[in-house]
Structure formats: C-alpha cells, structure tokens
C-alpha cells in the first residue's frame, strides 16, 4: 500500500518533492523542536494521481482519517465536537513555492453547532462567528466554485446598511447575518447547502486544493517561472491556531535578512488581532516587525531565537509565518526565502563572511539572472523630474511607463507595444497577468510582503509598495498625490531601489555594476567599492577560479571585441563578416553579384577586400594574443540586394508616368528574381556561397591574412581563426580547406611572413554532427551554432515559429522553454553530444565550442560543460554571465550546487526583453 500521508513528525526538508515545500519546512520545523501546530502531509503523487484520473487514489480516505484519530486524540478535542472543537486549515504546497497562486481553506470543522462551541464565553462570540464566516467563504468561493466577488459584495451591503467602517467594526449580530447571507448565497449559486459534515468538508477540501493546481493564475505563474505542470500540489492539513483572539493575538511575517538588500537584521510586518491572510492581503496596515518587541517582548525574544536557529540550520535567507494566540507563539511556515539579485549576492556574500557557507557555496546561490539584472541601468541621481510619491522599495530596478489601473488594461496595452506601470490600491493573485505585463508596480497599501511585494520581487518585476500619500481611484481612472492628478496613459517613472516615483520619463545610467565590468572587472584600489560590486566582484573570482569552460565573446567590431576584452572574454569565438558588407559598401557587393564576367567580379572583390582587412586589422589589434575566430560570409547574398517589391514597384511607376527605367534598376530587379529563394534559410548560403561565388573565399581569407601580416608587422600577437559556416558534408569544408590553404600560401610567400591559420567549422545541420567523426579529419575546431541547428533539428524557421505560434506550445507544454532561448537536451543536445564524441574520437585534440545565443543563457551553459565543451561564446555584455554560470556549472558537476531551483528556472533573464537591456538580441550562428 502507498503511503500517500506523512505527519509533520515523519517529514522532513529534503522530501520537498513528495510533501511540497512547505509541507517538507513544516516538518523540519517540527522536527527541530519548533512549536508547529500539529498536522500532516497528503503527498504530492495522490494530487498527481487525482488530477490524472479525476479521482483520490484508493486508500486516501482511509490514510487521512488514520492521521485524523491520531491528530484528535493528541489535541484531546475531535473534529465537528460541539464543544470546542478541533478545527484545521487544508493549505496547498507545491514543490517550488508559488506564494498566493493556489488555495488555502481555514477554519474547517466549522458548522452551525460547533461555531457556538468555539464562542465558548461571550468574549469569543465574534471570534466564533468571524472564523465561520471566513470558512463559509473561503469554501464557498474555492471549494463550490462561487464567484468571490458575491461574498464581497454582501459584506459591504451589511456594512452600508449599519454603517460600519471596516471589517473588525463588524459585530456578531452582522457576523451572524452575514454567516446565513453566504449560506443562501451557496445555496442560490450551486442548489446545494454548505456541508455541515466536518467529514466532507475535509475531503472536499483537500481535492480542491488538488485542483487549484491546475486554476488559471498557479498556471500562469509556473509558465513564467519555468515550473514544470506535472508536479502536483501537496496538501497540508493542520491544526488551527487563532491570531484573532484580541490584542495579545496577531500574525506577522519575518525574513532573516532584507530580501530586498540583503542587509542582516530584523524585517517583517506584523498585524495584531488578525489572521495570517490579513497580513499579505494588505486589506489593513500592518506595523513593522520591531513593533513587537514592545507589544509582546517574550514572543518577540522567542521569535528572534527561532528566526537565528532557522538561519543557521537552513544556511540562508530564511522567510517565516507565524501567529501568536494569546501570547503563545505559533511558526506557521518557513523556507529559503525569495530575494532581490542585490540581495542573492549580499547573502552569499555575508554568509561565506560569517562562516556558514563555503566561498563554492556562495557561487551556488548566486545565478546568471540575478547577474544580469544587476547590470540594468539605473535612473540618474541628478534628473531633477518631480518626485510625486515615495513607498517602500519592495523590488528594485528602474521602470518607466503609462500608468494603468487594472490588469486587463495593462495587458491590453503591454499586447499592444507599451509599456505599463500597473497601479493598484493593493493586489490580489487576480492581478498576476497585469504584473507579468506590467514593467512596475506600485501600490498605496502593504509593505514589504504584501502580495505585490512578494510577487513582483519574485518575478524580477519593479515595484514600490505601501505608497501611502497616493489615493488611487480606480473608477476614475486617475490617482492623486501631493496635489497632482495622475491620469491613465501619464508616464512615470518607477524607482524600485529608492522606493519613489517621478513624473515623466527620467533619464538613466549604468548601474555600478556594468561600470565594474566596463572598467576590466577590477575594484577602486581604495576599497571605496559600493556594494553590490564588491559582492559581484568577490563571486566572479570565485567562478573564475572554478570553471573549466572557456568564454569567448561574439564581437564584429574593434569597439565590441574591445568590450568583450574588458568583461572577461578570453578571444572571440563568433565574429560574422556580413556587416562588413553593409552601409556605404552595399554598392560593391552589388557589383559582386551583377558582375558580368570574371574580370569585373575580380574587380569588385578586389575593391572589398582593402575594407575587410582594415576590419580585421582593428579586431585582431583589440584582441591581440587571444583567438579571434572569423566566420566566412554566411547570409544568402540576395540579403544584400534591395528588396524585390520595392524594386518592382519603383519600375513599375517609372513605366505609368512614362519616364526611362534606369537601367541598374532593371538589371538589379532581375537579379534579385533570379535570386529569389522559398526558404532562405535553407537555399544558397553559408559554404554554399564560397564554394559557387568565384573568389569571395579567396577575398576573406587574403584580407584576413594580410590583417594577420600587418599585425605581425606591427609586434602584436594576431591568432585568427577561420570558421566555414553550414557545412554539411566533408567535402564541402574540403574545397574551402584547400582554397584557404592555397591564399595562405600565396601571401606568405609575397610577404615573407609566415601565415598559419587553423580552420574549422560550424556544427549547425544535423547531417553535420551525425557525420562529425569525418568532418573532424578536415576541422582544426568545431563551433556548435545551435541556432540554425535548432532550427535545422526541429524544422523551425524561428523568424516564422516563434510569434505564430510558440505561445501556444508553451501552453499545452510541448516545451517548458523556448528550445531557442534554452538548449534542447533531448534532442538538439543529443546530436551536440554526438558530435563532441566522433569528433574527439577522430581527433582527440579538436577544440569545441559553441557561439549562438546559447552560449549566454545559464541554464544551457551547464549542459555545454557536462558536454565537454572548451568554450562557449556569447554576446559581450553577456560575457559575465556566462563566466559566472560556468563556474556554478563546474561547481554543480561536482555536487556543490546549493541551490534549489526549478530545472529551467536558471533560464535567461526573464523579462530581460521588457528592459533597457544591455544585452542585445543578435540571432548568431
Ligand atoms: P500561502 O501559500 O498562500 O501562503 P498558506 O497555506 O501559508 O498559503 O496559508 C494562508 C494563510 O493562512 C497564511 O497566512 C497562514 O499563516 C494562515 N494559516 C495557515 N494555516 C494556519 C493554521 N493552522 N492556523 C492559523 N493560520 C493558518
Ligand atoms: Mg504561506
Ligand atoms: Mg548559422
């Protein structure tokens, strides 16, 4: 018999997979002698198992009413007694924490009975019938599928009709009233009662959590996060204790650090006399966590205590719920808590300091993301725009937009190309696809961990919170502040560092930490460093240090491979020639292909190839002693003629009015006709080109060779490389081999300078790996381009694929990431893997690496290590990623990854594209 139900005692953290997250922190918590209330786990595979077959797996039932007897008999009270009752609350965790996305039920074993038992003395009627009236609602709304809206709405009748200012006015008599207006509410909606049975509404309950795995916003978030849609949900059933028992009850939340900065100390929010759900729900203000020092020292000292204890166990950034019922503390949750990028470096950073994690360690808990986001801009000291509202800095970052008022408005908008800043009085889990959309988010209630707090800093999204001089109207569609009305539309400026928002769009600058980086990764020799650069800096030495894989930048320019140098680039492993055709030299590549005859090719060619080695000079000078690999022409070359229609259109009119076609136009048009092609992608480029345009090999390769003669000359240390791209067979990268061999030749004999180049190839067709093992007898190197060979694997054309109809595919989970933004392992990964072994096998000294966009992202650095890759090459600004990645991806193959992420969680920046990004998006190889 499966066991499908574990008590808290029974736990523990590593078994976050079978219990959840939660469910596995609730029972380390125990374990460590903590006071948890007491409860149990429903596993993760009986969720799996339900939403599979629609139905509880055999034995459910049973294994929960076992736990049930053992819970009641311990508690000394039963479940539905008429006098004080045992009453739980069925809370959802998933094995990655999704906070808010799924649902949560208190308050069961409520009835019309038991509610009067709970009130026990008059002191306790209100609590009683405040807790039934939460239960009704709550099971209500998730469990029968009411909309809450009505819930909603029929309190604030009550509340109009005796004038009751907010919800703890309500007295029992209204609770009462309310408590049977939800139950008709039920009965009206559904046709059936709110179950009296204590029994049912346990079971019903625990299978609605089940379902909520699959509600619209836990889905939502996963795809945005990456997790994976087959987890399931454990359910953790647990007893209830009550923050809502008068002033010396309440509930908070605490973080060991500041997860906004990393800063050690005390953080949170407390809220006296409430419920857990009121402190996120922003619905009242909550004071901060110190507060309770003086409202309630012993279980301040005693939280403290815990909060310590919990660090050190965990070894990390620790975040907590708890609630005091009459003065006795209560630890309702825990885990490794979510923080800012400035925060993951600080705490890895402080924790090595203070001896709880090794410096390998604190490279496990930093990540490539985290990396990037530190080298966003930031909004410039000295722009003096009207600050109009300051809050608290909840996620940090720097965000301009139009300000929007509801989340179907931002998405609208967010669809349309703007960019948005969603403003609420306070958020909901129904507001999640506004902040997806949203590049900011601010609002006029809650603090640090208020849901918009929560969510926003786990999305990476900007966010000021708890602004409490704005008065937002949604109605109108405005808000105000000190005297200035804010309209829909109006752009300003969100400030997620400082915590303020200005008027307009205000400029920006580089964050400290791009300057780090621009100015060669060194620190001030005054040690005036800001934090998080010296973090930033103390990490990336430890990646360094670690890593085996090489990175090399992809660079086209002087001014690029200069960058590159700066951040870290050990050589270029990417550096396409096709701009060198480009602007003003647009004509002569015309020339090229309309010439008549060899003579006048010869003599086209011969005007490019002076510019090409000037190119070459400037990007082997900047990176003198280092490789330089240089791409033969690749594009089809009707990319460098006008486009067909235009010219179509310019000879057409020419004709109507009857003025004389100019004859470049006519033999242009032609041209292009005659080059016109399906499929591009897969027509006449890349070795193609070389092997059936005369010349334009010999062009590259002398002008390279000469630039490698000038360098020479000059005392610099050229090291090119010469890469043919999309070869297919063997022989094909044969020819090219012997027409390099015999320029090479030829100009070291006119300059009586030695030249020597290795030349390789791309790996970037499937019939390419699966034939690596000859091709490699012909290849110096290999260069995986796994852009076009994940085009080429999957039949793609990602120009086509990717707006039409990726979305789609995400959502029914063909792919939990774009296999162009992350390397497929299965498949594409699998003929990378091909590759490096045939290759090796026939020439153990191949070198190997890959250029293309996956060489930046973090999570496909990892599978090139594990692939036994030299090098990854990547765009410049990317370069400190991938340094960073390669040394967690040393550090993970050892077993020293300390982080707990989801698989493709690592991926490349989300929301990267919604930014002034330093990273633009070149489609390499
Ligand atoms: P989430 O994952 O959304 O945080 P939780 O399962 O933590 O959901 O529960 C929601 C709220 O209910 C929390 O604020 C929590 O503190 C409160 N809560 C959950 N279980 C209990 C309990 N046994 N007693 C009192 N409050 C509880
Ligand atoms: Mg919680
Ligand atoms: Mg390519």
Not at 97 to 125: H, Q, Y
Request: negative net charge; contains cysteine.
């Amino acid at each position: 018999m499966t066991t499908y139900v574990y008590d808290f005692s029974e736990g523990g953290r590593d078994m976050a997979g079978l219990l959840g997250g939660k469910g596995a922190n609730l029972a380390e918590m125990a374990r460590m002698g903590l006071p948890v209330p007491p409860g149990f786990t429903v596993t993760t595979e009986a969720c799996r198992i339900f939403l599979a077959t629609g139905q509880a797996p055999e034995g459910l039932d049973r294994q929960i009413g076992e736990h049930l007897a053992t819970l009641e008999r311990a508690a000394g009270k039963r479940l539905g007694q008429v006098d004080d009752p045992l009453l739980l609350s069925v809370r959802s965790g998933a094995r990655f924490s999704m906070p808010g996305m799924m649902e949560t039920i208190l308050d069961i074993g409520l009835n019309d009975l038991s509610v009067l038992g709970l009130a026990k003395t008059p002191e306790r009627e209100r609590f009683a019938w405040d807790s039934y009236r939460r239960l009704v609602q709550m099971f209500g709304s998730t469990v029968m599928g009411v909309d809450g809206s009505h819930f909603e709405a029929a309190i604030v009748a009550v509340k109009q009709q005796h004038s009751r200012g907010d919800d703890t006015q309500l007295d029992t008599c209204d609770l009462i009233r309310i408590v049977e207006t939800f139950k008709d509410l039920i009965h009206e909606r559904t046709g059936e009662e709110f179950p009296q049975d204590p029994a049912e509404q346990l079971r019903r309950a625990v299978l609605a959590v089940f379902t909520s795995w699959n509600g619209e916003r836990a889905r939502l978030y996963r795809r945005r996060e990456h997790i994976p849609d087959d987890l399931g949900t454990a359910v953790n059933i647990q007893t209830m204790v009550f923050g809502n028992l008068g002033p010396d009850s309440g509930s908070g939340v605490a973080f060991t650090r500041d997860p906004a900065t990393g800063r050690p100390g005390v953080y949170g929010d407390y809220l006296p006399n409430a419920q857990g759900e009121d402190v996120v729900a922003g619905i009242r203000n909550t004071v901060p966590l110190q507060d309770l020092a003086g409202l309630d020292p012993a279980s301040f000292a005693r939280l403290r205590g815990y909060m310590d204890r919990l660090e050190a166990h965990y070894r990390d950034l620790c975040d907590i719920e708890f609630t005091i019922e009459r003065g006795t503390l209560w630890m309702l949750q825990t885990r490794v808590g979510k923080r800012t990028a400035q925060a993951a470096f600080a705490i890895a950073s402080q924790l090595a300091d203070e001896g709880l994690i090794s410096e390998r360690e604190a490279l496990g808990r930093v990540g490539g993301e985290a990396l990037a986001r530190l080298m966003f801009p930031r909004f410039a000291t000295t722009d003096s725009s009207e600050v109009i509202a300051r809050g608290v800095p909840a996620s940090p970052g720097a965000a301009v937009g139009a300000v929007v008022f509801d989340s179907a408005e931002a998405v609208r908008r967010a669809a349309a190309g703007e960019k948005v800043v969603l403003v609420r009085q306070e958020t909901t889990p129904d507001d999640l696809p506004g902040m997806v959309a949203a590049q900011a988010v601010l609002t006029s209630r809650g603090g640090k961990t208020s849901h918009a707090a929560v969510v926003a800093r786990g999305m990476g999204t900007v966010c000021v919170c708890g602004a409490e001089g704005i008065v937002v109207d949604t109605r109108q569609r405005r808000f105000s502040a000190g005297g200035v009305t804010v309209p829909e539309g109006t752009v300003v400026s969100v400030d997620g560092s400082e915590g303020v928002v200005r008027l307009g769009s205000v400029s920006l600058v580089d964050s400290d930490v791009m300057r780090y980086f621009e100015e060669g990764g060194v620190l001030p020799a005054d040690g005036a460093a800001r934090q998080p650069v010296r973090d930033v800096h103390r990490l990336m030495r430890q990646a360094d240090a670690v890593r085996g894989l090489e990175v090399r930048a992809n660079a086209d320019t002087p001014e690029d491979a200069a960058r590159a140098r700066r951040f870290g680039a050990q050589g270029i492993g990417l550096c396409r020639t096709e701009h060198m055709f480009l602007g003003d030299r647009r004509p002569l590549v015309e020339a090229v292909i309309l010439a008549h005859g060899d003579t006048e090719r010869e003599a086209a060619l011969a005007a490019l190839l002076p510019l090409q080695r000037q190119d070459f000079t400037g990007i082997l000078e900047a990176m003198d002693g280092l490789p330089v690999t240089v791409r033969l022409l690749d594009p089809p070359l009707h990319e460098f003629l006008p486009d067909r229609t235009e010219l179509a259109v310019r000879l057409a009119r020419g004709e109507a009015l009857g003025t004389p076609a100019d004859p470049h136009d006519t033999e242009l048009l032609a041209a292009v006709t005659r080059m016109h092609e399906e499929n591009p992608m897969l027509g006449l480029r890349g070795v193609r080109l070389g092997l059936v345009v005369p010349g334009l090999v010999a062009m590259q390769v002398r002008a390279l060779a000469e630039a490698v003669v000038a360098r020479k000359r000059a005392g610099g240390d050229p090291r090119a490389e010469i890469m043919v791209p999309l070869v297919d067979a063997v022989e094909e990268l044969h020819l090219v081999r012997e027409e390099v061999d015999r320029v090479l030749a030829q100009v070291s004999q006119e300059t009586g300078i030695d030249v020597t180049c290795p030349v390789g190839t791309m790996i970037e067709l499937p019939r390419a790996a699966l034939t690596a093992g000859r091709i490699a007898k012909e290849a110096a190197f290999f260069s995986f381009g796994t852009n076009d060979l994940t085009q080429t694997t999957w039949g793609f054309s990602r120009d086509d694929v990717e707006v039409a109809f990726f979305s789609a595919y995400l959502d029914k989970g063909v792919f939990p990431v774009s296999p162009f933004e992350t390397i497929d392992r299965e498949g594409v990964g699998r003929l990378v893997r091909i590759a490096v072994e045939e290759g090796r096998a026939a020439r153990p000294d191949l070198k190997i690496g890959v250029c293309g966009e996956h060489g930046g992202d973090p999570a496909s650095a990892h599978f090139f290590h594990g692939a036994g890759l030299d090098y990854v090459s990547c765009s410049p600004f990317r370069v400190p990623i991938a340094r960073l990645e390669a040394g967690r991806a040393a550090l993970e193959a050892n077993g020293t990854d300390a982080s707990a992420q989801p698989p493709h969680r690592a991926a490349r920046g989300r929301g990267e594209p919604r930014r002034h990004g330093p990273v633009p998006a070149a489609a390499a190889g």
